[in-house]
C-alpha cells in the first residue's frame, strides 16, 4: 500500500475522550479518496458512492501524525474500487481499514460516465 498523505492530530481533532474524532478520520480519508481519484481518473467531477464496512482498531491522540495509504482494488466501468488504511506513522499501528471504497466518475450531466482507464498511471508519466 503507497501512503499518500500525512495528518497532524491538533486539539481540534479530538472528541471528549482526548482521541481522534472517528468523524474527522472519516473525512480525511473521503477526501484522500476523492483527490486520488480525480488524478487518477482525471475528472473533478468524482463522487463517493459505497464504503465498506469501517474498522476501527486503535486510536491516536493529540500530535500524533497519521498517515493515509490507498490502493486500488478494482476498475470499473464508470467507477473505481479503493482499499486505504490509516496508521500512527511513529507507531505503524493501524487505526483503521475501509477494504472497499466506491469513487464514481461523473459528466458534466452529473450521471456516471465511462472514463476508460485500466490500470494505475503515474503523473510523472504522463509528461
Same mark, same amino acid.
Given at each position: ?17 482526548g482521541?481522534?474524532?472517528g468523524?474527522?478520520?472519516?473525512a ?31 486510536? /491516536? @491522540? ?5 498517515e493515509?495509504? %490507498?490502493?486500488?482494488? $478494482?476498475f470499473?466501468?464508470?467507477? *473505481?474500487?479503493l482499499?486505504?488504511? /490509516? @496508521? ?7 487505526? %483503521?481499514?475501509?477494504? $472497499?471504497?466506491?469513487?464514481?466518475? *461523473? ?16 503523473v510523472?508519466?504522463?509528461?
Amino acid at each position: 500500500m503507497r501512503f499518500h498523505t500525512r495528518k497532524w492530530v491538533k486539539p481540534e481533532d479530538l472528541n471528549p475522550n482526548g482521541t481522534l474524532f472517528g468523524g474527522r478520520l472519516l473525512a480525511w480519508l473521503d477526501e484522500e479518496l476523492a483527490l486520488y481519484t480525480i488524478i487518477q481518473l482525471e475528472n473533478s467531477r468524482i463522487v463517493t458512492k459505497y464504503m465498506s464496512e469501517i474498522n476501527f482498531t486503535s486510536s /491516536a @491522540r493529540q500530535g500524533d501524525i497519521i498517515e493515509i495509504g %490507498i490502493d486500488v482494488v $478494482k476498475f470499473g466501468r464508470t467507477s *473505481l474500487i479503493l482499499k486505504c488504511e /490509516a @496508521r500512527n506513522m511513529m507507531t505503524r499501528e493501524t487505526i %483503521i481499514t475501509i477494504d $472497499k471504497t466506491t469513487m464514481v466518475n *461523473l459528466g458534466t450531466d452529473g450521471k456516471p460516465q465511462p472514463h476508460g482507464k485500466t490500470e494505475i498511471e503515474f503523473v510523472k508519466d504522463r509528461l
